[in-house]
C-alpha cells in the first residue's frame, strides 16, 4: 500500500526560506508514478503548486511560482521535497503530497490518489 508523509512545516518568518519534504512508502520508484505538491489556505480551494510526472517537473500554469517554489525529487530515499523562499504571509497553508492526486476542489476530502495528511505553514510578518 502508498503511503505518504509529509514534513517540515511549522512557523517560519516572513522572508526566510522553508523546505518541505515528503516521503513515500510502497513505491518502488517515484518516476514510475505523477506525484504532486498542493497547498490549500487562505479562503483558497486545493491549489496545486508542481507536479512530477515520469521524474519530469510539469508545473501547472495556473500557479504563479514567481521563481521562489522548486520541487526536486530524490529517486534513492522516494522524497520529494519542496523549498519555498522568500516567504509571504500569503504562503501561509496546510501543504500536502500526493500519488495520482489530481486535480480537486478540496485537499481535504479528495476523492482519488494516495495523500498525506498535511503540513501547516505559517508565516508571519
Known amino acids: 500500500e502508498i503511503q505518504v508523509v509529509e514534513s517540515g512545516g511549522g512557523s517560519v518568518q516572513a522572508g526566510r526560506s522553508l523546505r518541505l519534504s515528503c516521503v513515500v512508502s510502497?513505491?518502488?520508484?517515484?518516476?514510475?508514478?505523477?506525484i504532486a505538491w498542493y497547498r490549500q489556505g487562505g479562503g483558497n480551494g486545493c491549489t496545486m503548486i508542481t507536479e512530477?510526472?515520469?521524474?519530469?517537473?510539469?508545473?501547472p500554469v495556473s500557479f504563479n511560482h514567481e521563481g521562489r517554489f522548486t520541487a526536486s525529487l530524490d529517486s534513492a530515499k522516494n522524497v520529494m521535497y519542496l523549498r519555498i523562499t522568500s516567504m509571504k504571509p500569503s504562503d501561509t497553508a496546510v501543504y500536502y503530497c500526493?500519488?495520482?492526486?489530481?486535480?480537486?476542489?478540496?485537499?481535504?476530502?479528495?476523492?482519488?490518489?494516495?495523500w498525506g495528511n498535511g503540513n501547516a505553514v505559517t508565516v508571519t510578518s
Open positions: 510502497g513505491l518502488s520508484r517515484l518516476e514510475d508514478v505523477s
Open positions: 500526493a500519488v495520482y492526486g489530481g486535480w480537486h476542489d478540496d485537499c481535504t476530502s479528495p476523492t482519488n490518489g494516495y
Open positions: 512530477f510526472s515520469s521524474g519530469r517537473p510539469t508545473p
